[in-house]
């Protein structure tokens, strides 16, 4: 499994805006599934938002549609998560995991990235976002 570092996350007042980077040195993200998740305090990680590096389709979570905005760099191997209108209960440790394979690939996107977190292992220390007045 790739292996990512997150970066970014800090205090921010309700309504402000911070991107999100997750960089891997593993492989190019072109046949991976890709997802954003956060864990809130008391609560299990969740999906916010993923990418299907085969076409660069997204999906979100109902919570962040409208809001956030998941794309990559390709010659970076980076993916980042532009959050705006950013909430109270948006704070949380942000994680990026990510899996290929042809059992993915039949998937939509959103069952495809629910399994990557179901599945991935190698998560990282992830990136604190704090919203806070």
């Known amino acids: 499994q790739l292996q990512f570092v997150e970066s970014g996350g800090e205090l921010v007042q309700p309504g402000g805006s911070l991107t999100l980077s997750c960089a891997t040195s593993?492989?190019?993200?072109?046949?991976?599934?890709v997802g954003w998740f956060r864990q809130r305090p008391g609560k299990g990680r969740e999906r916010v938002a993923c990418?299907?590096?085969?076409?660069?389709?997204?999906n979100y979570d109902m919570t962040v549609r409208g809001r956030f905005t998941m794309f990559r760099d390709t010659g970076k191997n980076t993916v980042y998560l532009q959050m705006s209108g950013l909430k109270v209960e948006d704070s949380g440790q942000y994680y990026c995991?990510?899996?290929?394979?042809?059992?993915?690939?039949?998937?939509?996107?959103?069952?495809?990235?629910?399994?990557?977190?179901?599945?991935?292992?190698?998560w990282g220390q992830g990136t604190q976002v704090t919203v806070s007045s």
């Open positions: 995991a990510a899996d290929h394979g042809r059992n993915l690939d039949i998937l939509s996107l959103f069952r495809a990235c629910t399994r990557v977190g179901e599945e991935y292992v190698d």
């Open positions: 593993g492989s190019t993200l072109d046949d991976y599934v």
């Open positions: 990418l299907r590096g085969r076409d660069d389709s997204t």
